[in-house]
Every structure is written in structure tokens, then in C-alpha cells.
């Protein structure tokens, strides 16, 4: 499977630019400064999909906010349940 987004899709790009330049480099051509242009998109890019693929989904926010509302209340709240309002009169 391939992740189609355009984040993603412009991180596949400038890697498969960066590996044919490498490449090519290797083989005698010149091209030594159009490599570095290419690592630093790359590198940018790189960064754009990873901040992408890993941002957890809003159902995943939603069950850890849930899941820390109950704890929260369990901790402050449930102590006073035992609690009798109604005998210090």
C-alpha cells in the first residue's frame, strides 16, 4: 500500500529525484549541487510527512481525553460520593 497524499506524494518525489541524482553522481556526472538542492527539499519534505503520519486521528484524541476525564474524575470527584453532606447539621 502507498499513502496517497500530497504531503506524502511530494516526500516520494524528492527521494526518488535524490536516489537517481545520487545515482548519477556515482557514475562521474556532475551534478553535485543540484544533490544538495535536492537533500534539503527532501529533507523538508521528509518532515512535512512525518508530522502527516504521525498525528494520531481525532477518534484517537477523543478516546484519550475521554479516558482522562474518567480518571480525573474518578481522582477528585468519587471521594466525596461516601461522603454525607447533611451531617454537620
Known amino acids: ?23 548519477l553522481y556515482m557514475n562521474g556526472e556532475d551534478v553535485v549541487q543540484k544533490l544538495n538542492l535536492i537533500e534539503q527539499r527532501l529533507r523538508a519534505a521528509r518532515n512535512n510527512a512525518l508530522s502527516l ?23 477528585y470527584y468519587d471521594m466525596f460520593k461516601s461522603y454525607n453532606f447533611n451531617s454537620w447539621r
Open 53 to 75: 503520519v504521525n498525528m494520531p486521528d481525532f477518534r484517537e484524541m477523543y478516546k484519550l481525553w475521554e479516558m482522562n476525564r474518567k480518571a480525573m474524575y474518578g481522582k
Open 1 to 23: 500500500m502507498v499513502l496517497d497524499n500530497p504531503y506524502v506524494n511530494e516526500y516520494y518525489e524528492y527521494a526518488i529525484k535524490q536516489r537517481l541524482l545520487e545515482n
